[in-house]
Each structure stands twice: as C-alpha cells, then as structure tokens.
C-alpha cells in the first residue's frame, strides 16, 4: 500500500488507542504498544513509533497508566506500562465518547453522499 | 493541562535526577526491538536498522515532544531570560544602583508625603464609629442654643455641646494637683458620637441632669499613665478643682474625643450639666444664661440627612435665635467633623491638591528617571536586538526578556522602596515631639498602602520604557542597526525626543518640588517668627488661676488685685501687669470689632494696669492703662478704654487719628485711649496682627480665665521661680504657679512649630533634589558612553577637547534649561492656585513668594548641579581616546 494513503491519526486519539492496546493486551513495552497499534490497524495508520513516548508520558502524568522497568524478549531493558483503573475508567469514557462522535458524523456524512448519487 | 498533569511537571522541575537517560534507554532498546523484527525476517543488519530507524521517525522530534511535555510550559525560557537579565544588571551595576536607588527614593518620598502629611489631617476620627455622619459649628454658641439645636432637629440629628480644653487640677487620693486638659460635655456627648465605654458608663442625660454632683469619664490614656490600668478604676475619687469626683467611666483605647486635632486630646470629660461649683468655665450658670457662646455644637446628622439640608435647617433655627433678646447677629456655619481636624471643605480640597500635586510631582520624577535611564540603556542595545533578532529571537521573546529585566529592577527597587520609605518615616518621626498622642495617630509609619501604588506605578513605567527601545529596534532595517551602534536607533529617538523629552521632564519636576518646598520651609520658618516691637530679654511670666486653687471669687478678686504690687517689691523687679492669657505669640484674629460701619477681625486682648509699662512697649499716643481704668465688668453700656496697636488703627480709621474713637464689640462698646507700638504676628502668618486691648474687669479677676491669669514680670536681674513661689505662698498658701516662662523662651517656643514644618518639608525637598541628581547624571553619563565612537571620529577629524566639551554641555544646557523654565512656571502656578484657594497657604506662601532666594536661588542651584552632572561625563568624553573608540566597532 503507498504510503500516502494511510490515514492520518486525529488530534488526542493516540492517547485513546494506547489506553485501548494497554487494556486489552495487559503491560506492554513501547515498541510493542506501537506494533501493536499497527498490526491492530492492519497497518494503516500512520504512525512515527516515536511519537509514542510523548504520549506514554502524558498519560502517566496523568496516572491512567503505570510504568515499571522490566526485561523485554530479547534481554533488554525496557519499560513496561500497565492501565490503572483511573485509565480504564477513563477508556470506557472515551470510547463510547469516541463512538457517539462516529456515528454522528456518519450519520451527517451518510445522506450527502446518497444525495450525490 | 489537567492540574495533576501540571503537579507531575511542576515535580519534574523540581526533581534534580535526569529522565533523559530513562528516555534514551527506552528508546534504544525499541529500535533494537525493532531491528530484531526485521533480521528475523532475514533482511542484513544495515537494512533492518534502517527500517527500523524509518519506523521510528525523527529522534529529535520524538525528545523534543516528550520534554514539551514533562515540563512547565515558559519556564526553561523563563530561567534564561532571568539569568540574561541578572547578568546583564551585574555588568552594568551604576546603572543598576541609579534605578535602584532612583525607585527607592521615589517610593520612600510618596509614602512620606501620603501617610505623614497628607492622611494625618485628613484621615478619619479614631474610635468613633461612621464618622462621616458627623457635623461641627464652626462658631460656639451660648447652651441654650444648642438646646433648642437639639431640640428643633430631632428628626435631621442628634446634637451635643462641649466646651474644648478645659484646664482641670486633678489630684489622685492626696497627691499634689496636676493640671489636665478636659472637656465639659453635655449629657448627650458620648451617645451622639457612639462610643461605648471600656470601664464602666458614660453620661447619660437621664442621670447627668442639671445640678447633680460631679462624676469624670477620664480617656484609656490617662488610666493607663495616671491610674496605673487600674482594673478597679470605676468608683474611685479624684480631685477636681478641690472637689471630690468619682470615675463613673473609661473610654476605650483610640478614643481621643471630637476633632482632637483642632482641640488637643482631652483627658477627663465632666457634664457641663454639673454642679457649677466644679470648673469656673461653669459659674454665673453659662447653662441658662444668654451672654456666655463658649459651647461648640457637634452633630451626628441622621442617615438620610445632606449636609446641605441640615445647614439649611441650623440656619433656619439661628435665624429665629438671632431674634431673640441678645441679637448675636451670629451666623453658623457647618464643617464635617469625620477627620482629625475638621476643616472646612474648600480647605480639604486645598489639602488634597496639594498633597496629590506633591505625589504626583515626586511620582512624576521617579518615572522620568526611570524613562531616561532605560530608553538610554535601550538605545544603547539597540545592536545587540538586532543580532538577537537576525539569529531568529522571536518580538515577544525579546520583548519578555526586556519585561524580565524592567521586572527585576523593580523588584530590587521595591524592596528598597520599602526600607527606605521606614527608614524616611521614623527619621522624620524622631525630630517630632513623641509625647504628643496625636502624634502617634497621625503618624503611625510609612503607609502599605501609598508604598504598593508608588510601586506599581513606578513598575508599569520601568515596563514601558524597559520594552520601547525594544519595540522601536523589531521595527528597523536588522542591516542598518547592526552596522552601527549610534545610528539607526538613535536617530529614531533623536527626531522623537523622547529622552531629551525626559530630562526636561526630571528637571521641571526637581524644580517645582524644590521650590515649593522652598516655599513651605522658608515661610514656616519666616512666618512664626515673632518681633514683638519691644526688647523681649527683661519680661518673664508665669499663670495663675485662683479660682481652680479653690479660692472664693472675692479672694480671687483681691489676690489678682494685689498680686502685682506684692511682686513688684522683690530686689530687681521693676515692674508687674496682668494678662488674661500668654498672648505675645500667638494671637489670631478672630474677633470682629466695628467702627461706625466697617468691621474687621482683630485679636482682643485682655490685660492689667500698666501694662505697657511693664513690657517696655511704647505709648505712641495717649495713656497707659491705670487701676482707675479698670470697669466692673457687670455693666454692659459701661463705656470701657480700649488700647489698639498700629495695625489696629491702620485697619480701623485709616488716616484718622485713632484717639477717642468709639469700637464696638458685639453689645461692648470700647473708646480709643492708646496707640501703642506692638507687633505680634499670628501663627505662619507674616504681618502683624491688629490687636485691641482693653482691660481686665474685676469679673474677670473673679473668675479667671481658661488658661489661668497670666503675671508678667520685668526684672533687671532674673528672679528664681522659688522666690517668686515663696511670696506667692506667703499671699495665699493654696496659690499654685504654673507655665513659668521667660518671654524668649516662649518665642522660640512659638517659632519651633515653624522649625517643625520645615523638619517635615525639607527632607521632602532634600530627598527630591537628590532624586533629581541621580536621573540627570545617569543620563547624561549613559549618553555619553553612547556616543563615544561619534566623538572619537570628531577628535579623529581634528574636533579640540573644548569642541567636545562643548558638543556635549551645549545639548544638556538647552535641555535644562528649558526643564527649568518650566518647572518655573508650574510651581509658580501651582502656589498661585493654591493662595486662591485656601487662605492659610496664602498667608503662608504670600510673604516669600517672591524671595529672591528661592525663585533665583533654587533654579540657579538646580542648574549648576545640572551642569555638573553633565560636565563630568562630557569631561570623560573628551578624554576618549579617538583609535580606541573608532576600533571598539
């Protein structure tokens, strides 16, 4: 797939996916939250890994997540991050936010387009 | 931001250990994960790391974001420009210690002015609850007057009636009488001003009725000197007069009674409703008898009340008094009694323009110092922000640097403001009188409040001027104001004047404040002085009151009578007269006499047989005063000799010769019998005072007045006060002596409250010319480090050390000159304004307005210090050296 037709992330919805990726795969290292992210996607977000950290950074400073130094698969020292229970809290909060805004756009977009063809 | 967010980053500044390292671990070992990922898939290692690398994106990016992140947004920058600034004060520390020093002296003198001279007349009656409803009559009235006051404006307010400092001799359980300033009150005093008691109770006019014996409220101040804060105070007896009187109650703490600044502060309150026989102010009962104005009338006005419409009603009710059967012909007129002084409201506004116009002018000069000095430092960097700008400084990066600086100089500023505006406070404290309670309520210290707003106003200046050079270099072609440090910049201000427009500005305002001033200081000291018009060296003096000793009125009578012969026989006496009270100082005007029509404000004496005499005055014309002169007083119609000075009769008849004349004193009618050569001068007023004499009745002698009877004694040898006690004891043993004096001794006295005005003044005035000094030598000198490569071309190009000299006096001399002419003229407007509107000032000012001393002296002055703080610099220019300076790019 080229490359400029992957899609751009949102404004604040790396923060989301994160938190989603912590909940559902339990504690994760950076790269591999990113990976995870990626392959979740089926590879068509865009994403500069590093990006990541800054995140990972505002979330902790926010305390939904948790980080802990641990030893990755191949013997090297890396972070681990784990949600709290303030963040999964908050990711429940933020996905039905998240899926109340999709179908409203959807639902604004969908007839437009019906009338267009 | 959330605000744990903003707690996390507050915490990470503050945590010394380093999250990089933590970062960089992190994310080395992500790309070695990811690196792992692409070998496992069989690519080399250098094309897996560079996958792996491209998967990552811009490591820079990636730090950069997570610091945006971890730390307080501004602060990083913020530490910088603080530190550039710090730097850059450290490095020019004369300029640094100028505005310092400009902003404390500044801040120091307007706090002075506010809360030592300004706030002290005008600030609010302590311990009297809504002050602002209270009223004073300007003229005392007879009491029933104020009854039926009292009675007439029930619905508009409620009165009281109290008779200001009242000498009592107050003796505590057996020791020996004091003499205590009091005041006889109506029953209704302490109810109309609201004041509740500390100790026990204050009058009531359901218990203080007419006649009843005696009791005393005394201030907390004389409990706690006299009484030792004796807990047990209430039913304890003092002597008063000879009386026994018991303490019913104590006021609180900061209550000093109505208009303590006009009276004096009273410490013992007596019902005016008591026994007459307690204070001789009381007998030939002044409560029913017409004849006796001595009560002031204070109003508490009720809350819907103007003080418009309640001048209105006290005239309607004065208009139906003056028809009684005395015909005063009295007119009163209501001042607001809500400050220490009351004074009338054209005088309060006087005061308050003067004071604002003096903050103002001190406030003025501060910030065109501060404005000099920064626009010069400004101009001066005007390179250096066109480097910074050219290498990619944003404005508002450059223009917070400049606020971070005008920041920290008003901070140092500030706090030295402060020390300073104590360290002025208790300096000019110390050279008054601590004794004096009002003092201490009128000068409680430097004021926070006057300190803050001098502070902020001076900041805002620092700000405004620290960011205009700034402002003016982001506009400029970046190439030009890097070429050159003295061009560019500099013409722009050049043609704007704007810092030549400061010096004018710091030299009109130096001017105006030391001239005015001057004013003030020369005509306290110049107007109290007193030449009396004879040789004051042989008179001494001393009061006695006999009727406060306890005499009867007829021993009274016959001791005051004998009194000067007795003395008069002592070795080295030559000669002894009576007065009503000690009056070579200090007389004003105040009583209207008239002569056919015309009528004019003199100072009416009352004074013993040969009086004249005794003082060494001359007799001009006519006779001195005998003991056959002297009328019994019980007669009205009696027609009773009167002395008049030279200025009497110039004001009185003119040209006319004087003797023989009749002048009419409300319902007295005096003839003219003497013009003597006698000049008294009233308090801060320079001519001397009309002044009638006439002479003391034998009611008089009776009674005595409020300040007791004044002996004077011409001696050719000092008499010891013991002797003189020895033969007044010998007369009457119960006779007590008080206010021993000699006649120079009291008038130096007289002329120390002129010294105390001057004490208050000058620093003011000292204070501002150093102000003035500080600002006009550091911009000058910062003008001249500026155009030190200009003049070294000049001397390259030939230009004489004089040329240079010169060059730069020349522009600092226009500059000064035009700053002084102007501060001319607005302090000359400013003290003409000022005698329009208020009389005291007139008479204050009037007679020095146009010393020569001053209007020539000050700027004179002014302008010499001038060119010396321009000589310096421009001494130093010359000596430039033209190579170095031409090199220094």
């Given at each position: 797939m080229p490359q400029n037709t992957k899609l751009d992330l949102l404004q604040g919805t790396l923060d989301l996916l994160v938190l989603q990726t912590l909940a559902a795969m339990g504690p994760l290292h950076g790269y591999g939250i990113a990976r995870r992210i990626e392959e979740s996607s089926g590879d068509e977000v865009l994403l500069n890994?590093?990006?990541?950290y800054a995140s990972l950074v505002r979330l902790q400073q926010r305390q939904w997540i948790a980080a802990e130094w641990g030893v990755s698969d191949h013997n090297r020292r890396a972070k681990f991050y784990t949600i709290t229970r303030l963040g999964r809290k908050r990711l429940t909060a933020e996905t039905s936010y998240w899926q109340r805004l999709t179908t409203v756009i959807g639902r604004v977009l969908a007839p437009a387009e019906g009338g267009e063809s | 931001m959330t605000l744990r967010e903003l707690c996390c980053r507050i915490a990470g500044l503050l945590?010394?250990?380093?999250p990089d390292a933590d970062l960089d671990v992190e994310i080395s070992s992500h790309l070695e994960l990811a690196k792992a990922r692409y070998l496992h898939r069989g690519m080399s290692e250098a094309e897996a790391r560079r996958l792996a690398a491209l998967e990552f994106g811009s490591l820079a990016t990636a730090r950069e974001n997570v610091w945006e992140q971890r730390r307080m947004p501004g602060i990083a920058s913020l530490v910088q420009d603080l530190q550039y600034a710090a730097r850059g004060v450290r490095k020019s520390p004369g300029f640094a210690f100028v505005t310092v020093a400009t902003l404390a002296l500044g801040i120091g003198l307007c706090s002075l002015v506010y809360s030592g001279l300004g706030t002290g007349?005008?600030?609010?009656?302590?311990?009297?609850?809504?002050?602002?409803r209270l009223a004073l009559a300007l003229a005392p009235v007879p009491y029933h007057w104020f009854e039926s006051y009292r009675d007439q404006g029930k619905t508009a307010w409620t009165a009281a009636a109290f008779i200001p400092s009242v000498p009592f001799a107050v003796a505590i359980e057996g020791a020996t009488p004091e003499r205590i300033t009091g005041a006889l009150v109506s029953p209704e005093y302490f109810s109309t001003l609201r004041v509740r008691p500390m100790l026990g109770r204050f009058f009531d006019p359901r218990i203080e009725t007419a006649g009843t014996s005696p009791v005393a409220v005394v201030t907390e101040h004389f409990w706690r000197t006299r009484l030792n804060a004796d807990p047990h105070a209430i039913g304890r007896t003092l002597r008063v007069n000879g009386r026994a009187v018991p303490i019913v109650g104590v006021g609180s703490r900061d209550f000093f009674g109505a208009a303590p600044g006009s009276f004096g502060v009273p410490d013992i309150f007596i019902p005016a409703t008591a026994d007459p026989s307690i204070a001789p102010e009381l007998h030939d009962d002044p409560l029913h008898?017409?004849?006796?104005?001595?009560f002031f009338v204070l109003l508490r006005l009720a809350?819907?009340?103007t003080m418009a419409a309640a001048q209105a009603r006290l005239d309607v009710a004065t208009r139906a008094l003056n028809k009684g059967p005395e015909r005063r012909g009295l007119s009163m007129q209501l001042i607001s009694a809500s400050a220490l002084v009351p004074l009338p409201k054209a005088a309060r506004v006087a005061l308050a323009t003067f004071y604002g116009v003096l903050v103002f002018t001190i406030l003025g000069l501060t910030c065109a110092n501060l404005g000099g000095l920064l626009l010069a430092r400004g101009a001066a960097r005007g390179r250096e922000f066109a480097i910074r700008l050219s290498i990619g400084a944003g404005r508002a990066r450059l223009v917070r640097q400049l606020l971070t600086e005008s920041a920290i100089l008003a901070a140092a500023g500030g706090l030295a403001g402060f020390v300073a505006a104590n360290a002025i406070s208790s300096l000019v404290l110390r050279t008054q009188s601590a004794s004096n309670p009002l003092i201490e309520i009128m000068n409680p210290g430097p004021d926070l409040g006057a300190v803050l707003f001098a502070f902020a106003i001076s900041a805002v200046a620092a700000a405004g001027f620290g960011l205009l050079p700034a402002l003016a270099v982001t506009r400029l072609d970046l190439m030009d104001a890097m070429k050159a440090n003295f061009t560019a910049g500099m013409h722009r201000y050049r043609r704007l004047g704007l810092r030549n427009a400061f010096v004018v500005c710091q030299m009109a305002a130096a001017t105006m404040l030391v001239l005015i001033m001057g004013f003030f200081v020369v005509g306290a000291k110049y107007g109290s002085r007193t030449e009396p018009g004879f040789d004051t060296a042989p008179i001494s003096f001393f009061s006695v009151d006999p009727a406060r000793d306890g005499l009867t009125r007829g021993e009274s009578a016959a001791v005051l009578r004998s009194l000067p012969e007795r003395l008069a026989r002592l070795p080295g006496v030559d000669g002894v007269s009576l007065a009503g009270r000690p009056l070579f100082g200090n007389a004003d005007p105040t009583t209207p006499v008239s002569v056919v029509s015309v009528t004019r404000p003199v100072a009416l004496e009352q004074v013993g047989s040969r009086f004249f005499a005794t003082l060494g005055a001359t007799v001009l014309r006519g006779a001195d005063f005998e003991?056959?002169?002297?009328?019994?007083?019980?007669?009205?119609r009696e027609v009773v000799p009167a002395a008049i000075n030279q200025a009497a009769a110039t004001e009185l008849f003119g040209d006319r010769d004087p003797l023989g004349r009749r002048i009419r004193q409300g319902d007295r009618t005096f003839q003219v019998s003497a013009v003597v050569r006698y000049a008294p001068r009233a308090m801060l007023m320079g001519r001397p005072i009309p002044t009638v004499f006439v002479p003391l009745t034998a009611k008089d002698l009776e009674h005595g007045a409020a300040e007791g009877t004044t002996v004077v004694v011409r001696a050719r040898t000092q008499v010891g006060i013991a002797e003189l006690r020895r033969e007044l004891a010998a007369i009457d043993s119960r006779l007590t002596l008080f206010h021993p004096q000699t006649l120079p001794e009291y008038l130096a006295e007289s002329d120390r409250l002129g010294s105390k005005i001057a004490a208050f003044y000058s620093p003011v005035g000292v204070f501002g010319l150093l102000l003035a000094c500080l600002g006009l030598a550091g911009v000058t000198a910062h003008t001249v480090q500026r155009r030190s490569k200009e003049i070294g071309i000049r001397m390259a190009l030939g230009a004489q050390r004089s040329q240079v000299l010169r060059l730069v006096m020349g522009e600092g001399a226009v500059m000064v000159a035009a700053g002084t002419a102007l501060g001319f003229a607005a302090a000359t407007a400013f003290v003409r304004v000022l005698s329009a509107g208020s009389v005291q000032m007139a008479q204050l000012i009037g007679p020095v307005a146009s010393n020569p001393a001053l209007t020539v002296g000050v700027p004179a002055f002014l302008v010499a210090f001038a060119a010396i703080a321009c000589y310096v610099p421009a001494r130093r220019a010359a000596t430039i050296d033209p190579l170095a300076a031409l090199r220094e790019d």
């Open positions: 890994q590093g990006t990541i | 945590r010394r250990q380093d007349i005008l600030r609010p009656l302590p311990g009297v609850p809504d002050p602002d008898r017409t004849a006796r104005p001595e809350p819907r009340t003991n056959r002169d002297l009328p019994s007083g019980d007669n009205s």
